[in-house]
């Protein structure tokens, strides 16, 4: 009796909790689409300096994973190339060139990548200095890589692979304290054909698979909308569109960051920050960004066989060091082979960069744009600046031909010790003049430089009250 007592008392106690919770979710269904509540919303959005953007501002560096029932194809269908190659299934244009059911059964019944590992893949992102990690949960060609009650149209169902690999990702990142975001395709090529009768359209079919991937996989800390485009009478660019889906996202988690492509584009101000695609931002902007960049010097995210043309790693870290010191992210993408793999060029890549974010990391995560600092760029110096609120940080990726110092205008006193990053490197000689409350600052190169870039910390003493 006492066990069936204990058990009744469970039972009820889980059927109250249940209950709340769902009493919860119908008044945060019903309050989202008040119009009054999605201009609220909208008006407060952006990430430039709230406490939910603070992991972001200060993470700097993430990684992007393009991974589909395209990685099976790597870029080719029946010996036809396409660019891009995620987008194999349409060749690149907002049609259909490969019917669903054809893709579905020849793409997705070989589609079993066989040596996949969460462990792995976020051990290389880990280790190159990548903070966070954004992967495709669906993209144009409708297929979901997530076990879903939407449609049989996804990984779990449709493939010999059979395992939900969002969910493996998910657990991974917890494991090893990588940041896990979810990019989504509000663009649906397939939708029409794959989703349930239960669904009056397709904000209803995309709404119940947000809420999935929302609910069903820890904390989110981003989602990264994408195909903002008008695809088959499914979605307009417009604002109010992009005002509801974003109210409608921050229903399910407030905290949550939203991208500029919830409406109108990587073009446009919607959502909480800009996505410039493979293109550096010319200056400091007082809207946060975050530049995502393909590992090859074309425009394919997803893997393609024959690609030979990787970028380099002196241009990805000097990428990096550029963003960083403009007040944005950067963010590196990679396509998965069909087997599972990051190819090996990338993972030389990976390797590369996180020997140099290893040794001079703290000139990069955390920090801020130094605009008191102005470079002379004479005889090909390049060079950027960072800063905390302890030390400034001089990246010199060129050092001037001619062998003259360096010469670096910073708009302050009080300057400390200077040395370099990276002890291996040795000691560096400087020298500085003050004028008129700007300390001109003279950095002879050393005997030993970074390849890459060669990083100075600059003590910061505190100013004078």
Partial sequence: MTMNLRSFATQTASFAATLTALLTAQAQTNAWDDPALQDAAWTARGCTNDARGQWFRDAKFGAFIHFGLYSELGGYWHGQACDPAEQIMGLGERRQSIPWKQYQQEVGGAFNPANFSAQKWVSLIKAAGQKYLIVTTKHHDGFAMFKTATTSYNVVDSTPFARDIIRELSDECKKQGIVFCLYYSIGDWCAADVMGPQFTGYEDYMHAQLRELLTHYGDIKMLWFDNYWYVNDQWKNDLPHAKRLYAFAHSINPNMLINDRCGRGAASTDGD?????????GSRRTRYFEVVMTDTGDDNWGWVKTARNYRTPAQLIHNLIDCTSKGGNFVLNVGPTASGEFPPQHVALLQAIGKWTGTNGAAIYGTVPAPECVMEFANGLQAYATKTSADLYIHVTQWP????????????TGLGKVELLDPTLGKVECSSELKNSVTFLKITK?????PYATVLRVALQPAAP
């Fill in 401 to 412: 031909s001619d062998g003259t110092p360096a010469v670096v205008q910073i708009g302050r």
């Fill in 446 to 450: 050393p005997e030993i430089v970074d």
């Fill in 273 to 281: 920050y800009a996505t410039p695609e493979n293109q550096l931002q």
